[in-house]
């Protein structure tokens, strides 16, 4: 709305375009027209900004449906991730025993040791539950001590008593017990952490069964064996020391050897069933 003052009259003018008229005021009469001119042009201007409204409001709803529409892309994807995922730790922890365990059954390696050590002979002693057990043995030599020689996760006691560590005891005189787990060779049953346990601390007793004392043994483990060489340290030994313990390509936890396995990307804390924890 203009207001304009001239000639010492007053004189109000306007013009709204929207309702397309204009009116004047002179000397207080008013009259009215429609405005041809702005009437037109603000006719074209509304209706072209109710087309660029329209226009916005279909621009937004189109990208709100785009958004939306990613986002279900997404869920998706992510709920088929962690679908995907669950079932890759739900397979681990199913069949984690096959990554811990790899035992055989006695093949040719039984004639070769027997060839490369014929003193040595296989004994048998028994579980308190009765079960028996096997191992190869050869008696010290006079002044020597007797070495408890605990394999690895691998194989089975004959293949590892081929290696050279047990060809420089045997040749130096030492005595050699080789015991066999449970799982491993002829004999039956599962491994795991708590049967190995117990093999290795009935394999001590049949030494002291046999008058042979804690402080003339020493424990030998190899990889998974070094497990059980500190665990039956501490175990046995407070009563009375052994001789001493060596441990080959030890290891902290198998804790600690899925992480670097894994990468860190399952939960292995959560999810092993026997952790041989050397550390405690």
Not at 23 to 32: A, D, I, P, W
């Amino acid at each position: 709305i203009g207001r304009n003052v001239a000639n010492g009259y007053g004189i109000e003018t306007g013009c709204i375009c929207q309702a397309q008229e204009y009116r004047f005021q002179v000397n207080g009469k008013q009259t009215q027209n429609k405005c041809k001119v702005s009437g037109k042009q603000g006719g074209k201007s509304r209706k072209s900004g109710d087309n660029k409204s329209e226009n916005k409001i279909i621009k937004r709803k189109a990208k709100v449906e785009t958004g939306v529409k990613e986002m279900i892309k997404v869920g998706l994807i992510m709920v088929g991730a962690v679908a995907v995922y669950a079932v890759f730790v739900g397979i681990l922890y199913g069949t984690q025993d096959s990554f811990l365990y790899h035992p055989t059954r006695r093949g040719s390696e039984t004639a070769e040791l027997t060839a490369l050590f014929p003193e040595m002979k296989e004994v048998s002693y028994f579980l308190p539950s009765g079960e028996k057990l096997y191992a190869w043995y050869r008696p010290a030599k006079k002044g020597r001590k007797t070495v408890i020689y605990f394999h690895g996760n691998a194989y089975n006691v004959e293949h590892h008593g081929l290696r050279q560590p047990v060809k420089m005891l045997y040749e130096k005189g030492y005595g050699i017990l080789l015991p066999e787990y449970r799982g491993y060779g002829d004999l039956k049953g599962k491994p795991s952490q708590s049967s190995m346990e117990e093999d290795a601390e009935t394999a001590v007793k049949y030494l002291n069964g046999q008058g042979i004392r804690n402080k003339d043994i020493v424990l030998y483990g190899h990889s998974m064996g070094t497990y059980l060489s500190v665990y039956t340290s501490a175990k046995r030994g407070q009563e009375e020391a052994f001789a001493g313990v060596v441990l080959e390509a030890p290891f902290y936890s198998a804790e600690s050897v899925g992480e670097r396995y894994f990468y860190n990307l399952v939960p292995v804390k959560q999810m092993l069933k026997n952790n041989y924890p050397s550390y405690r």
